[in-house]
C-alpha cells in the first residue's frame, strides 16, 4: 500500500498522507446527512439546505411577499413563468450560454444580448408594452426579480395581473 502512495505522491505528501490517523473502530461506514437531528436525509431537508446555498447568491434572493404573485387573478402558467424568471431558471440564451451550451447570446428581435432584464423591460417591443399600460420600468434595476417584486408589492392587483399576462405574452 506505502508503494502505491511513492508512486503516485511526492515524499513531503506520502509522509504526510501517513501522520493521518485512523480509526480503531472496526464498525462499517454508514452516510450520516447532519442537516437532519437522526442524521436521515429527506426530501424536505434537501429542500431547506438548497434553499440555504440558493440564497447566498444574490440574484436569487427575493424580498418580498411571494404570495402576492401566487394570489394574481392569472392562469398559472404565468405564475409559473413569472416564478422561473425571478428565480432565474428559466432557459434563456443566457443561463444557457453559463451552462456551456454553444449559441448565438444574441436576442433575435433587436440583436441586442439575450438576457430576462432586456427582453422584459429594455427591449423597444417591451418598452412598447409597457407603455400602453403606463407603466414607467426602473432602467436602473439590476436584477428583474427585484424589479418585478417592486412592481408587485407597490402596484395594485388589477395593474400587477395585466403587467404578469404581458410580461408572460413577451
Partial sequence: MVDQLHNLFTEGAVSKILQIPLSMNT???????????????????????????????????????????????????????????????????????SKGVVLDPHYDVCGQVDDIFHVLVLCRKASLCWQLLKVWPNPFAVYFSNFFMHILNNLDDQLCANISIMLWAL
Fill in 27 to 97: 464498525g462499517s461506514d454508514k452516510l450520516i446527512w447532519h442537516y437532519h437531528n437522526k442524521g436521515h436525509y429527506t426530501v424536505k431537508t434537501g429542500y431547506h439546505m438548497a434553499m440555504r446555498l440558493g440564497e447566498e447568491n444574490a440574484n436569487v434572493l427575493v424580498l418580498g411577499d411571494w404570495n402576492k404573485l401566487w394570489r394574481l387573478h392569472v392562469p398559472l402558467k404565468v405564475k409559473n413563468f413569472l416564478w422561473r424568471v425571478c428565480r432565474n431558471i428559466l432557459p434563456t440564451k443566457q443561463c444557457l450560454l
